[in-house]
């Protein structure tokens, strides 16, 4: 493997894992994909970066860019050819705590990102497990648990350091080099590796988390009052449901979260959600938001995940919608459904401001197959709810194509960011591919 290598640069000394090193079991997978790569750098500057890019153009290998590893379709790795895993770059600090500007290294995890900040009063909303990389979701979009109440991770970012293919390192942010600032918030992967991010964090002493259980009946009416009880709550509201059917029975498991510590304004909040339906167990508590990402969901990426996952935006809950969704889930061929509210903070920036362009949509929707069934079950179970999305997020979405690339990156935001794409990256080497 060393003579496909070459020679390795002298700033990468020790930083380079090839197959015979110790240390390539836990670094050559990601979450979902056993990977078999020539070599995993692990840089530890912008520099080793653009010392790993050389090194990549140099060899002819093939690119893959990891943070977290916990990319859907896992283009954090490949076969024969070469990982840049910038899981050593994983410092924290908080820049300015009166603006709240936080610098975060684009190699940390999110568990790792709240426990820095909660001693500043301080987190920012990333998504649901606190495994997950910075890079991915500050370069993609980033639904989180506080989602209605703060926006997406990418509505806050004010600054990525970016290294483009060519080596260049730039500071992007609104003054120097806008266009790669906008590519960055939603679809960085093509246009650079983001070695660091300025994000705005919030002000947060507390969140309340509280979990119910309501049963589901065919027609999804169930789902539809939840979807209405979404969009008239407060923006401190967000929630998840997550369907589960046995035969024909689903019940739907909600995780709602509120954006304050106060019991009472925590009781108020969630009230309404209480009565969407026959909702048959409940639980609250108030807890720090590191309890959402904790620090034991840090683990190693051995590929012990393989599934497939597609996913598609609603604007409305429809009754065919809704029934869809449950046949999703209970028809011949289940699949796992999950839900995300969106709306509140998600609708603030005007749709052309960042490269995720969906500000009017009300619920993510998430379809994800395991590996006892297969892409084939997916697909079918699909296939009934596809019709009714409108759009989609890239980060959720395990074989992307040019068909995912149009639902992520419709109309004009597409055009956008192929031009960028062609203009930071002219030989394609980062370029998403199947
Ligand atoms: C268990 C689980 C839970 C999840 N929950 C949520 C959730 O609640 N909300 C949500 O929004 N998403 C969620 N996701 C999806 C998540 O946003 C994506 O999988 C994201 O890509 C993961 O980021 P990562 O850095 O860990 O991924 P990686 O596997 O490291 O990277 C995936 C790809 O992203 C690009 N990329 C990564 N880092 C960089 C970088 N520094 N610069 C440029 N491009 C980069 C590259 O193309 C890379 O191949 C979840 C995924 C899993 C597996």
Do not use: C
Request: hydrophobic share 40%; proline share 6%; charged share 20%.
């Amino acid at each position: 493997m060393t003579a496909t290598l070459g020679t390795v640069p002298a700033e990468l000394s020790g930083k380079v894992v090839t197959p015979d090193d110790a240390r390539y079991r836990s670094l050559r997978s990601t979450y979902t994909t056993v990977g078999s790569p020539a070599a995993v750098v692990r840089p530890e500057s912008a520099g080793d970066v653009a010392a790993a890019l050389r090194l990549a153009r140099e060899t002819g290998l093939r690119v893959a860019v990891r943070s977290g590893g916990h990319g859907l379709s896992g283009s954090g790795t490949n076969d024969g050819g070469l990982v840049i895993d910038l899981g050593a770059m994983h410092r924290v600090e908080v820049v300015d705590r009166a603006s709240r500007l936080v610098r975060v290294e684009a190699g940390a995890r999110w568990a790792q990102v709240a426990r820095a900040l909660a001693p500043h009063g301080l987190a920012i909303s990333s998504g649901d497990h606190g495994n997950v990389g910075v890079g991915g979701i500050a370069t993609g979009g980033g639904v989180g648990w506080l989602v209605r109440r703060y926006g997406l991770t990418i509505d806050h970012v004010r600054a990525a350091e970016v290294v483009l293919p060519d080596g260049t390192f730039v500071r992007a942010d609104a003054h120097n080099e806008p266009e790669l600032l906008w590519v960055m918030r939603g679809a960085g992967a093509g246009a650079g590796i983001a070695v660091a991010f300025e994000i705005e964090a919030m002000e947060l002493s507390g969140i309340g988390y509280v979990q119910l259980a309501a049963a589901v009946d065919p027609a999804g009416d169930t789902l539809r009052r939840w979807a209405e009880t979404m969009r008239e709550a407060p923006r401190e509201l967000s929630s998840a449901v997550m369907l589960a059917s046995r035969g024909t029975r689903t019940t739907a498991f909600i995780t709602a979260v509120v954006a304050s510590d106060n019991p009472a304004v925590i009781r108020d909040t969630v009230q309404p959600l209480l009565d969407i339906g026959e909702v048959t167990a409940q639980e609250a508590h108030v807890a720090p938001y590191t309890a959402l990402v904790p620090t034991q969901h840090l683990h190693a990426n051995t590929g012990q995940m393989p599934s497939a996952t597609t996913n598609g935006l609603l604007t409305e809950m429809t009754p065919d919608a809704a029934g869809a969704l449950v046949t999703a889930s209970a028809g011949p061929r289940p699949v796992l459904v999950q839900l995300r509210s969106l709306g509140g903070a998600t609708h603030d920036p005007n749709p052309s401001a960042t490269a995720f362009a969906h500000r009017h949509q009300s619920t993510l929707v998430i379809g994800s197959a395991f590996p006892s069934d297969n892409r084939g079950a997916l697909a079918a179970a699909w296939a009934p709810l596809a019709p009714h999305t409108d759009g989609a997020y890239v980060n959720f979405e395990s074989a992307p194509d040019e068909t995912t690339f149009a639902r992520a990156y419709p109309a004009a935001t597409g055009a956008r960011v192929t031009d960028l794409w062609k203009r930071y990256d002219p030989d394609g080497l980062l370029r998403p591919r199947p």
